[in-house]
């Protein structure tokens, strides 16, 4: 979209000529098995993400190549670990690689791609470390959204102590949201919510199991929180979370920057 603008501000192209880019940059077709939304970041700050689940190696690698054509990065998430070894071998160097091993999930960009930073600052907390595959996935997508982001792990109520100074280092991070993840019965962000002044978006996980298990009781108990100030994203949807909280963050960043 960028270099069709300059283009017509060179006088390059007609107006009409511009239109019909920018247009045809929507969506690219990727033979019959996908339409990549390529100008989803331009207009709306939120890049594509790749669901390498249900997908074949080859499709896979099909629309990965796609998409370092057009955006220079792809974001692929939930790989198994034969599509992770084919990305390793499609898409070593001279790409810049970058694993989040809990999170499953990959970032691939061309040698030149630059990430520009906005001044966003997400912070992110876990209940467990078993809830940290999707505090993962809501870190990669805030880092890729250009946040700065601030990870902190195991600090659930089973040992309430224990959330004092994670709590204290976000908070002197000054963030502009806060993530919390959380699984079995799903009660940090609650307690969280009741003692900060950020906006906070939780996150339940399929941790837990038997009755109210899979991520079920944590749910509703995020629900059904009397905490105000809490919002909810569906079970393990890190990537939903880390979108939320980095356009909070961004837009309060570009506040920042007028002041």
Known sequence: MRETLEKLSRGEISVDDAEKALKLDVVQKVGSIARLDVSRVSRRGIPEIILAEGKSEDDLAAICRNMLEHDHRTIVSRVSDSQL????????????????????SVVIKQKDFVQKMTGGKVGILTAGTVDLGVAEEAQMVANEMGCVTFLQVDAGVAGIHRLSEPLVNLIKNDVDCLIVVAGRE??????????????????????????????????????????????????????????VASQIANRVARARKKR
Do not use: W
Not at 85 to 104: I, Q, V, Y
């Open 85 to 104: 070894s084919m990305l390793r071998r499609n898409f070593g160097a001279p790409h810049m690689f970058e694993e989040f091993k809990h999170a499953r």
């Open 186 to 243: 799903g009660a940090l962000p609650t307690v969280v919510a009741g003692l900060v002044d950020l906006p906070l978006i939780s996150v339940p996980t399929s941790s837990g199991y038997g009755y109210g298990g899979k991520g079920t009781a944590a749910l509703m108990a995020m629900l059904q929180a009397c905490s105000l100030g809490l919002a909810v994203v569906n079970i393990d949807s890190g990537i939903a979370a880390g979108v």
